[in-house]
């Protein structure tokens, strides 16, 4: 069991240009989630996998933004036509449930910085 | 909208010292998580509490979580520069499925 990793661990890109993320969840993990955390402040909930399932998505997340996990382990986030504003530390964690207390287990991040 | 109000947002402390973080909220939550956050890296999971009224210890660091379950504590004892970092509580509602919400968190800088 290695954690969950995330890859890349920084990304610079242009404002307009296309962003992937990804995040491998410890394994037999069942629930993925992604948060985004900008500077001096805690990490907001972006969306969660349920397997292959996404079951819910805050509004944080406009239609610029996509997350898959095809096959119920790794996940990919995507970010179309990034702005400035996306400038932030995405953040992935996974949990397994039924497990009682449902406790997330985060990832290192990606920080991500739109010029 | 659940929130969770952490204080203080920021503590410089001499090592030796003790402190006590708070997390508070008008909400009632299934569990709650305190993480600590060194920078340029995710979340680091400290203990969940789920119970009210539970107290869990780990080594110099004591946490509490509320009898109602609205609110939670972490204190430490005889704070070292090691423990310098970002402390974030977070918790869950039964109905969201897991989703956490995250308070704003409380920068601590222990000076040797």
């Known amino acids: 069991d290695t954690g969950v990793s995330q890859d890349p661990r920084h990304k610079i890109t242009k404002r307009g240009q296309n962003v992937t993320f990804r995040c491998d969840p410890i394994?037999?993990?069942?629930?993925l989630y992604w948060y985004r955390q900008t500077l001096g402040q805690g990490p907001e909930f972006l969306t969660y996998?349920?397997?292959?399932?996404?079951?819910?998505k805050s509004r944080l997340l406009s239609d610029r933004f996509s997350a898959e996990r095809p096959k119920g382990s790794f996940s990919t986030l995507e970010i179309q036509r990034t702005e400035q504003g996306d400038s932030a530390m995405y953040l992935c964690?996974?949990?397994?449930?039924?497990?009682?207390?449902?406790?997330?287990?985060f990832g290192p991040g990606t920080r991500l910085t739109v010029l | 909208t659940q929130l969770l109000e952490q204080s203080p947002q920021f503590l410089s402390i001499q090592e030796g010292e003790n402190l006590t973080v708070y997390c508070n909220s008008s909400?009632?939550?299934?569990?709650l998580q305190w993480y600590r956050q060194e920078p340029g890296e995710g979340p680091v999971l400290l203990v969940t509490?789920?119970?009210?009224?539970e107290v869990k210890k780990l080594k110099r660091l004591t946490f509490q979580f509320g009898d109602a379950r609205k609110d939670s504590s972490l204190h430490i004892t005889a704070a070292q520069p090691g423990d310098t970092g970002l402390y974030l509580c977070?918790?869950?509602?039964?109905?969201?499925?897991?989703?956490?919400?995250f308070g704003q968190g409380t920068i601590l800088t222990v000076h040797p």
């Open positions: 964690a996974s949990s397994l449930v039924p497990g009682g207390t449902d406790t997330q287990y």
């Open positions: 509490v789920v119970t009210g009224g």
């Open positions: 996998f349920q397997n292959e399932a996404q079951l819910e």
């Open positions: 909400s009632v939550f299934s569990s």
């Open positions: 977070a918790a869950s509602q039964w109905t969201s499925y897991g989703k956490l919400t």
């Open positions: 394994s037999e993990h069942n629930r």
